[in-house]
């Protein structure tokens, strides 16, 4: 079913799948009933006056969702015809959204019968309403579990300063950063400031329509790890179906390509026009949120130097709980830059494993050359690790995403670099290392 047939569809044949939601979320009794009641004596004193015109707000990344929020919050409460009017601004400046289409039949509804469950829509006859078409009925589904996922996702929400586990140390070059906990289809945004990690928004977003932990090429699946976009694409080059943009990440990172994992492609995009938000799994593999938030991270975000930790779940930590692990992992990398500062180059080899891959699949072999190179060119001096960033991933293995510039006492600049560590027993070693600016 197209878009365009199914957005009249998500209207008409699941006009009534709202009014449970919302007495989950504030249970407060039969919402529609008691309203209907209370309407009464409000609607004689209201009569002789048209219904204010709720005031039109700048549109805004998140402000659709709120509003939406907004809806749901009055209708648990019972306060139908205010609920109504939110509804009826909001369809009127998101005319796409298909949750607020819902929600407004909903209400419509709720205004001649009381609503026994979600996606409540009869068997009758002659006029009587007809259960939805398989097709209605699959549309209906998934807008079930979209609201379902912004809801819970806003209801549990992280505690103040928390930050992913992954997040061990960030760069000052890196002003931002994702995380994505896939579970609650949530994305969110991080600034990253001199008080440290900030979370400064967060989006519901799609995933691959068979979930996530992505290994082959085309298997619909959303990869898990830690990730940096590499680029932003410019809309003009791009379909509609991708909305207001694009940004890329580098999987297969060197990790997934250690493991064998295929496919490509995987980009943070947003939504055709006629579209304002996808179902939860919809995607071939990428993330797609709705269009006004994807511009306010196509404004924000850096290319190269922004991490993406996509997860299956998010652990939310506090930032004082990562220091240990940090400082355990900085003597780690101190005493590799010592063994390069020093020129042992026994020493230093010692730090690689004995599977290390460089671009272009170089195996360690060939790198040693290129690291003897290195040692001799700094001819004794001090190698200092500039503007480092620590990012670590645990799954069947422990792994450990650094990035930092690398440069020589005296020198002005140097290069950038990567560096994937893996941990075996209780030893790091470096299985992936390259220049990347």
């Known amino acids: 079913m197209s878009v365009a047939m199914t957005f009249r569809s998500r209207t008409v044949a699941a006009a009534t799948a709202m009014s449970v939601l919302c007495g989950a979320l504030w249970p407060h009794g039969a919402w529609a009933q008691g309203d209907k009641e209370r309407g009464i004596a409000r609607g004689k004193r209201a009569a002789s006056k048209p219904p204010a015109r709720p005031q039109q707000q700048p549109l805004r990344d998140g402000q659709a969702e709120q509003r939406l929020m907004e809806v749901y919050r009055l209708t648990g409460e019972g306060h139908g015809r205010e609920a109504l009017a939110k509804a009826e601004a909001l369809v009127r400046d998101y005319p796409n959204f298909q949750l607020a289409q819902l929600a407004l039949g909903d209400l419509l509804s709720a205004r001649t019968r009381p609503l026994r469950q979600l996606g409540d829509v009869p068997a009758g006859q002659g006029d009587a309403p007809q259960p939805p078409s398989p097709n209605a009925a699959e549309v209906l589904a998934e807008l079930r579990a979209e609201s379902r996922q912004r809801t819970d996702a806003l209801r549990v929400r992280p505690g103040a300063r928390a930050i992913p586990a992954q997040f061990l140390e960030l760069s000052p070059r890196s002003r931002h950063a994702i995380a994505v906990d896939a579970s609650r289809s949530r994305l969110y945004l991080f600034q990253n400031t001199e008080q440290g990690m900030e979370l400064v928004a967060d989006y519901y977003a799609s995933v691959g329509k068979l979930g996530i932990e992505k290994a082959l090429e085309g298997d619909q699946r959303t990869p898990l790890g830690v990730y940096f976009i590499t680029s932003r694409l410019d809309p003009a080059t791009l379909k509609d179906f991708y909305g207001a943009g694009a940004l890329p990440i580098n999987y297969p990172n060197p990790l997934d390509q250690s493991r064998g994992k295929t496919g490509s492609g995987i980009w943070l995009h947003g939504t055709p026009s006629d579209q304002f938000s996808r179902a939860p799994l919809s995607t071939d593999g990428c993330l797609a949120l709705a269009n006004p938030d994807l511009e306010r991270i196509l404004r924000t975000v850096e290319p190269r130097s922004t991490p993406v930790v996509i997860t299956r779940r998010i652990e939310w930590v506090q930032p004082q709980a990562v220091q240990a692990e940090r400082r355990q ?109």
């Open 329 to 437: 992992f900085e003597a780690v990398l101190d005493a590799w830059r010592g063994a390069k500062s020093q020129g042992d180059v026994r020493r230093l080899m010692s730090f690689y494993a004995p599977d290390f891959q460089s671009y272009g699949k170089m195996p360690l072999a060939d790198y040693a050359k290129t690291l003897e190179t290195e040692v001799r060119a700094l001819r004794g001096r001090p190698l200092h690790l500039k503007d480092r960033s620590l990012l670590r991933w645990k799954d069947a293995s422990d792994t450990m995403v650094v990035t930092f510039g690398e440069v020589a006492e005296g020198a002005r600049t140097g290069p950038v670099k990567r560096q994937y560590w893996t941990r075996k027993g209780q030893q790091w070693q470096i299985f992936f290392e390259g220049v990347i600016g």
